[in-house]
Structure formats: C-alpha cells, structure tokens
C-alpha cells in the first residue's frame, strides 16, 4: 500500500500593504493551508483571497488562530486566562468558517500557531480548553496537534478527530517540542538537508531529534512555515524527494 501524506504550510499571514510569503506559489505545491486568521496575522482581505485560490488548487482550508499580537506575529507568549484564549480561538475560527463559505470552500481543520501552539504542546489543560472551544464550534473538524506532545494526549482523550503533525523547518528537542526559534540550527532553510530528514521520520515512524533520538509517533501531515525564507524552494523538494520515494502527497 502506498504511504500518503499531507503537506501543509501557515499562509495567508500578509497584512494590508504588508506581505509575507508567496502564498500563490505554494498553493501549487502543498496539498492543505493553514490560513491565518486576523490575529497573529492576515485580514479579512487577506483571508478571503488566500481561500479563494486555494479552493481553486483543490487545497485543504484549515484555520490557524493565534494571540492577537500583529507585532510580535504571534510568537510571543501571552499569560492569558483559558476562557479567553478558547473564546479567542472560537472567534477565529467562526470567521475562518464565514470567509472560506463565502470562498466556496470549507473550513476542514484547525492548527494553533506560534507561541500558543508552543504553550499548548506542554500545557493540557490550555490545549484543551482550545480545542473544547473548537469542537464546540464543529465537532466533525480535524484537529491538528503537535505530535507526541501534551496537545496529541489531549485529543485522544476528547476522541476527535486529529491528525498528528512533524515540521519539516524545524529541529527537535528530546520531548518532541520545537527548539526555540533564538538557538541556532533551530529553523532549517535547505530543502536538500530538510527532504532526506523528513523522509526518515515518516520510515521510522518516530520524530528524529536534534540529538538522535527517535520518539514513536503517528505522522499524518508535514508542514513548514510560509514565512521562512526559501519556503517555496523548500517545499518543492520535500515534495519531489517524497513523491521520489513513492510517498503520495494528499490533504487530509
């Protein structure tokens, strides 16, 4: 039997005059978007483009809801109360669901982003506050978690449907959670180093840390950030290096 995967990437993150990424791009190679949500990043405008060429490219709509930090683009932790952070998520992810209707598509998953999703890797009791508040929205929506973190323990104990995730841009530590953006080697940008590496997880099954660990997981999708340099070119050859090995590359 053939191994699939998805691909996904965070994107629709421009704001007003503001750009970040080539979302046109990678619409033509990932097979699910995470799609930004006016929070972190993205605006109406924003949104409703994003959706509109990804629905044309057959791709997935996912909602990625953050902290409301357009500055700190999301990836500065905020010590929020659980109620308002699940309010917070609930109100993304109804106007994710409004703008890709109107787009002609669906709302098919939801990732946290940034530093929430960092937050909620360790801290179930924050993951499940925010995926109750998106279950309570849709409850036939895919969640999308961190593998082998506290986010994975949360959604197999709600029974919803999820899909465990690797990140073909960034290095591990030895408890599955991304090394700190501030620590060198933590973002990879060469398609070349990142492919091989990829493919090796999903053969292994296991995330492979920075120090060789190998930690068991359930590898449904891959994704890399649409705002890392060289996204595009990364993309591509993961894409071609997968699909090389007889990896099919499918959304979810």
Request: aromatic residues 4%; proline residues 4%; negative net charge.
């Amino acid at each position: 039997m053939t191994r699939t995967v998805d691909l996904n990437a965070d994107m629709g993150e421009s704001f007003g005059s503001w750009r970040m990424g080539d979302d046109v791009a990678l619409l033509d190679i990932v097979s699910s978007a995470n799609i930004a949500c006016g929070f972190h990043a993205g605006d109406p405008d924003v949104m409703n483009q994003t959706m509109r060429l990804a629905v044309s490219n057959g791709v997935g709509i996912g909602a990625h809801p953050g902290f409301a930090d357009l500055k700190g683009f999301g990836r500065r932790q905020l010590p929020l109360p659980h109620d308002e952070i699940a309010n917070a998520v609930t109100y993304q992810l109804g106007a994710a669901q409004a703008m890709a209707k109107r787009a002609g598509g669906a709302v098919r998953h939801l990732k946290l982003h940034g530093a929430l999703a960092n937050m909620a890797s360790v801290d179930h009791a924050l993951a499940r506050a925010c995926y109750e508040a998106a279950l309570d929205v849709d409850p036939e929506i895919v969640i999308m978690v961190l593998a082998a973190t506290a986010m994975e323990k949360v959604v197999r104990d709600l029974g919803c449907n999820w899909a465990g995730e690797i990140f073909a841009d960034r290095a591990y530590n030895d408890d599955a959670t991304l090394v700190d953006r501030s620590k060198p080697g933590a973002v990879l940008h060469d398609a070349a180093t990142a492919a091989p590496r990829i493919l090796k997880m999903l053969q292994a099954e296991a995330i492979i840390t920075e120090a060789g660990k190998h930690i068991p997981c359930q590898i449904d999708t891959i994704c890399l950030h649409g705002d890392t340099p060289g996204a595009v070119g990364m993309a591509r050859g993961i894409r071609q290096h997968l699909t090389d090995a007889g990896i099919a590359i499918a959304r979810l």
